[in-house]
């Protein structure tokens, strides 16, 4: 007799399940187009210049490991805070701003959903983009399983496009006053498509008037366009309501390439409009440091001491910027290319919407069948979804790619 007898195999995440099946592969063509993780030209982990000069000047042989306080490192903080909202909205609101480190996106994910978890904070519904990323659905299922999770429609198929219009019809109508509504600030994963700034303003007004809790999760941000301020645009714009209160979910996983270290922030920015909105935001600080510390205590030191270093000096972060310039350019030249040799090829269908997406991830469109076939005879590795992550292709596997694209439609 075991107390885990009743215990189900539990499904490992997919794309996770994906990678150890494409390691497995012995085929030297096998192509990987599962994980979010940027690769370069090679195929290789990229060490973006910027981040290995940080670590020769952190000298990191002789620093210590001491537990950082529980809010995180306030250099960290200061300079998360800094490149998301930008240095104009902190110093404007800074009053009304609360913010920790977390055990980055995932982290700041959980935590925004055990926070508001809480029976006197508690929305009826939390409502998150069909599709979405992978994780957010078990990250609210676990941490806030008082909350209702629903969907409002995000996506398209048939046209590939935003389906901008069912979503706002959904959201007017089937939304209740103090609800939480989950957007991704750009790059969507995984259809790459994001609203307008148009279609963001009529987003903002219809958060204004249902009163919704908006938790923005900024994974992507200087990934998808190559610009930092471009791809916190929508979070700024919906901060310049002062009566929109809003959390903000950011990753440093990706656009300094710290995936491992695990570096990230919850924000959290209460009414600007109360005119208690400081006492809001101390007493938001001390209960995220409360219920962090239950779950993780503190986030890990070494990335944040990274992220410092690169974010706190103006030539490491000029150096960064350049660094996003390469991510984000290589990412859309394998766009184009991937584009043309279909188009070369003459492949049935439009191919428009891989130069059109924008981010990591292209939403090809492709079958779950046409996905099996792309694995079993060409050894080449997405969801079944139909996501590719572009960071998988190069330019001495696009040709490839294309022509086993081209066989699986044709
Ligand atoms: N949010 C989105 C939309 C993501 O795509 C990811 C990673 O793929 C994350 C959050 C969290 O990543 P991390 O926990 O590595 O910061």
Redesign the pocket.
Known sequence: QSRFSTLRPAQTDGPFALDAAFRADTDPRKVNLII?AYRDDREEPWHLPSVTEAKRRLKVEHSHHEYLPLQGSPKFVEASRRVLFGPAIVQQQQPFLASIQT???????SLVAVFLEQEHLRPTNIWLPNP??I??ADIWKVNAPNVKMQWYPYYDDAKRELDFGAMVETLQRDCQEHDAILL?ACA??PTGRDPSQRQWRELAQLCLKKRLFVIF?S??QGFASGDLDSDAWAIRHFVSYPSIELAV?Q????NLGL?GE???ALHMMVSRSNPNGANLAAAVQDNLIDLQRACVSMAPLFGSRIASEVLGNSDLEEMWKADLSTMSGRIKAMRSALHDELLQLRTPGSWDHITEQTG?FSYTGLSKEQVEELQLKHHIYLLPTGRASMCGVTSANVSYIARAIHEVVS
């Open positions: 979010g055990v980055s996106g995932t982290g700041a994910n979405t990323w994780n957010h991704h969507h994963n999760d994974a992507y979910c990753s440093f996983s990706k995936y695990r570096v990230g990591m």
